[in-house]
């Protein structure tokens, strides 16, 4: 029972916590105007020109936090109140953003990692549920240990993805605080407010990626329940 309580009650109880974080940062921080006006879109356009990036398109989607870069369309997507908002929340996600896709020119190893390993990620995170359930249902004895095996390695791909996806988004904050001081875009003592955006926001990474370690050892520690067994 202590061991089910800290490898996932604990996990999800972190999960929950980022999350509301993240919500409670941004909310503070997008109301935060930022002294120069300047918009998310053109903060990311401002950004990707400093380093040379100039094929990737920026464009508006609906929802609240659903920015992302995707590389393989060479398409930088702000949400609504990002890619108009001049909040020290909206400048610091475009930003962030926008070190993606500098990441994605300068052939950010891990970027290049990352993306070899989205399929893969896929096709696990649409079957690691439904094995290990299986599994369950059959007992990790009989042949329910093999179901159980093939939803560890699912689980043991994702956890992978999540780990590289770690370094990649703390190098794209990295890249974001940098290039907005220097292109005078936020000032000096605006930046606690963009710092507790992204850094909240980066913790919901680590949150996912400690939640999926602590669902594969819990499997784990199944399996190897079953093999003493018999």
Excluded at 51 to 68: F, N, P, S
Excluded at 110 to 126: E, F, K, N
Excluded at 187 to 205: F, I
């Amino acid at each position: 029972m202590l061991i089910w309580f800290v490898l996932i009650i604990i996990p999800l109880l972190f999960g929950l916590y980022a999350q509301m974080r993240v919500s409670s940062a941004y909310n503070r921080n997008v109301q935060i105007p930022s002294r120069g006006r300047i918009t998310g879109r053109e903060a990311a356009a401002a950004v990707m020109e400093s380093a040379g990036v100039h094929d990737v398109e920026i464009v508006r989607v609906e929802g609240q936090l659903t920015d992302h870069y995707d590389p393989t369309h060479k398409r930088l997507a702000l949400s609504e109140h990002n890619y108009d908002g001049t909040s020290l929340a909206a400048l610091g996600v475009a930003a962030h953003e926008a070190g993606h896709a500098i990441q994605h020119k300068v052939g950010y190893s891990m970027m290049t990692l990352r993306q070899t390993l989205v399929p893969a990620t896929q096709i696990a995170s649409g079957a690691s549920q439904f094995l290990i359930i299986l599994g369950i249902v059959l007992g990790a004895q009989a042949a329910g240990g093999i179901f159980l095996m093939l939803g560890a390695v699912a689980l043991a791909t994702i956890c992978l993805f999540q780990l590289i996806t770690l370094p990649v988004e703390f190098d794209a904050t990295a890249r974001a605080k940098a290039q907005l001081v220097d292109l005078g875009i936020v000032g000096r003592d605006e930046m606690p407010g963009v710092s507790e955006t992204l850094d909240a926001a980066a913790l919901t990474y680590v949150a996912a990626f400690v939640a999926s370690l602590g669902s594969l050892l819990h499997i784990l520690m199944l399996l190897m329940g079953g093999r003493r067994d018999d």
